[in-house]
T-cell receptor, first 113, second 114 residues
Framework: AQSVAQPEDQVNVAEGNPLTVKCTYS??????LFWYVQYPNRGLQFLLK??????LVKGSYGFEAEFNKSQTSFHLKKPSALVSDSALYFC???????????FGPGTRLSVLP | DSGVTQTPKHLITATGQRVTLRCSPR?????VYWYQQSLDQGLQFLIQ???????AKGNILERFSAQQFPDLHSELNLSSLELGDSALYFC?????????????FGPGTRLLVL
């Protein structure tokens, strides 16, 4: 069965500092991995995804994520956090056989001015 | 703007009632997915339709049902509502040409059952 873990409920970071939001997954075979962001009272917005190839994926708003197959991780990163990055972040996984998306529980990111 | 629309934005109703939530997918997308987001359960997959046919079922209660119409819009019907059904309901759409395809989410319908 597929599963996603986001080990931190909350991440706090100072504006201008680098940020990391962690995600680990479990899936049979090779995974497709996704990050979404949810702002208050809004739907989920797609940030980036890993399909194959380069382990470092670049996405919207300066975010990037690093796929690590040996550690089954797909951590979201940004070199310099903005207050406007404060939101709820979801990691999701889907197997290559087209199983349904499985979302992690979400990590709330707070960027402090 | 993802291109996925959902109506209504907010819905307040009473226990035992029935409501219908509507979703229009992005132009060209054949798949519609329904999710429930609650504080204690996170984001839960309910059901998927692809080009009018049910393709996958998740944690959908028997009191809930959905359908996708020939114009590809979808409706989620919730009946015999209980207090615990209060949640945000999202639909997402995808072209589903392959498992690598992204799901794009609508703004959601916030349901409050009193």
């Amino acid at each position: 069965a597929q599963s996603v873990a986001q080990p931190e409920d909350q991440v706090n970071v100072a504006e201008g500092n680098p940020l990391t939001v962690k995600c680990t997954y479990s899936v049979s075979g090779n995974p497709y991995l996704f990050w979404y962001v949810q702002y208050p009272n809004r739907g989920l917005q797609f940030l980036l995804k890993y399909i194959t190839g380069d382990n470092l994926v670049k996405g919207s708003y300066g975010f990037e994520a690093e796929f690590n197959k040996s550690q089954t991780s797909f951590h979201l990163k940004k070199p310099s956090a903005l207050v406007s990055d404060s939101a709820l972040y979801f990691c999701a996984v889907r197997g290559v056989r087209g199983q349904n998306f499985v979302f992690g529980p979400g990590t709330r990111l707070s960027v402090l001015p | 703007d993802s291109g996925v629309t959902q109506t209504p934005k907010h819905l307040i109703t009473a226990t035992g009632q029935r409501v219908t939530l509507r979703c229009s997918p992005r132009s060209g997308d054949l798949s519609v997915y329904w999710y429930q987001q609650s504080l204690d359960q996170g984001l839960q997959f309910l059901i998927q339709y692809y080009n009018g046919e049910e393709r996958a079922k998740g944690n959908i209660l028997e009191r809930f049902s959905a359908q996708q119409f020939p114009d590809l819009h979808s409706e989620l019907n919730l009946s015999s509502l209980e207090l615990g059904d209060s949640a945000l309901y999202f639909c997402a759409s995808s072209s589903d040409r392959g498992p690598q395809e992204t799901q794009y989410f609508g703004p959601g319908t916030r349901l409050l059952v009193l």
